[in-house]
């Protein structure tokens, strides 16, 4: 083996030790590379959007690697061609790429039209989102989608980002989530510098706002949302909302904002029925590596009838249970005993308290409910702090300051800050997800 191919295989080794099956296959099989010389390595990746989890996951291999073999610090280019260098597009630094590539981090490139599975529950509000997404502007402003959780809201408000993304890659398009606008407003307020905010939000093409119902009770933002909106809505700009509820029941937000949001296209999702429940699974069992019965689909459909989310973490269950005992097909029995303590704690309105959240991953890390809530910067302990914000976030409608409040009065940030270290660390960490289902079940019971 040469210098070059003792390189790869070492990072190969390394890059499997590191990551899970799934990652590991997804990001690591198709790279290949190309040259190192003058230590610079060329990587290609088959996707410029791979490039963002190699910089936060392999770059220290990759630089172990090169210590070890080349005994010198290496750069790294990616490359998404494998044609020769002089004619391949090597890559720009992460932010510049993110810029170029995907101005738009915070549209999910997962939820598109493709994967929304259409049924007779969501049939207007998928076609009213399509219409936006290749016309906007012109048939329904603002588009105003309304429905109970899980039903595919936020899904179809992000399918609408990347359908009008890819009819136009230069079109500016804002996805954000109405906390987001809020804390970006009072951010901004407080750093004076509105007219940096008036200048992120008034020239844009979409304007994706998501959760509208939080704007409730907050005057001050309420005033700037509607400036934003008859800015964008005087120059044919899109805008598209959703909320929990119709328009109509929006209480203790201005009436003149509720008004505009009928000017438009008003159309709800309802809870699937039986037939879209079974599309849907069959739709997202491809992602498994499992045979799934046709009993198994319908069984499942079942049980779970009010909300899209179930479903999928009903396969979740499944896929926990399937790799833990190494099965390749899916029975009735299986899915059954995958998805008892799902079931059994379905009641989604059950309000579940900050502090049984502290208390229960508290117990299973071995911290105090007072270090928990405490400053101190043991390694365990902030491990248990972020993981108990997680779940706090994830497990409860508490806003992210009162969150911060419950843990020693932290700033809303460093709730945000936990929250996302969690879930990126979840993403390719197969046992912390199994001890947040644990957790998770303990809280619930
Ligand atoms: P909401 O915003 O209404 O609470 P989401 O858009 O977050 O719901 O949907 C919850 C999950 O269910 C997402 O993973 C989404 O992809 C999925 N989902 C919902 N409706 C559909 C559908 N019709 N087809 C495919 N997936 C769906
Ligand atoms: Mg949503």
Known sequence: MDQKQTFWSRVLQLAKAKLNQGAYDFYVENAQLLDIASNRAQIFLDSPYKQLF??????????????????????????????????????????????????????????????????????????????????????????????????????????????????????????????????????????????????????????????????????????????????????????????????????????????????????????????????????????????FTDDTLSYLAGQFDSNVRDLEGALKDIHLLASVKHLTEITVDVAAEAIRARKQTNPINTVIAIETIQHEVGEFYGVSLKEIKGAKRVQNIVHARQVAMYLAREMTDNSLPKIGKEFGNRDHTTVMHAHNKIKNMLSDDENLEIELTTIKNKIRN
């Open 54 to 291: 190699w910089d936060q996951n392999l770059k220290d291999i990759l630089i172990t690697a090169g210590f070890e073999i080349f005994d010198s610090q290496i750069a790294i280019d990616y490359q998404f061609t494998t044609d020769t260098p002089e004619q391949a597009i090597v890559s720009k630094p992460v932010a510049q790429l993110q810029e170029e590539q995907s101005p738009h981090p915070d549209i999910k490139p997962q939820y598109t039209f493709a994967n929304f599975v259409q049924g007779i529950n969501n049939q207007m509000a998928k076609a009213g989102a399509l219409g936006v997404a290749d016309n906007p502007g012109i048939y329904y402003n603002p588009l105003f989608i309304y429905g109970g959780p899980g039903l595919g809201k936020t899904h179809l408000l992000n399918a609408i980002g990347n359908k009008a993304l890819e009819n136009n890659p230069n079109a500016r398009i804002k996805y954000v989530s109405t906390e987001t606008f809020i804390n970006d407003f009072l951010d901004h307020l407080r750093l004076n510098k509105m007219e940096q905010f008036k200048e992120i939000y008034r020239n844009l093409d979409f304007l994706l706002i998501d959760d509208i119902q939080f704007l409730r009770n907050k005057a001050s933002t309420q005033e700037e949302f509607f400036h934003t909106f008859n800015a964008l809505y005087d120059k044919n700009k899109q805008i598209v909302l959703t909320s929990d509820r119709n328009p109509d029941y929006l209480d203790n937000l201005e009436e003149r904002i509720v008004t505009r949001f009928k000017w438009g296209l008003t159309t709800d999702i309802t809870p699937p029925d039986l037939e879209t429940r079974i599309a849907i699974l069959r739709n997202k069992c491809e992602e498994y590596p499992y045979d």
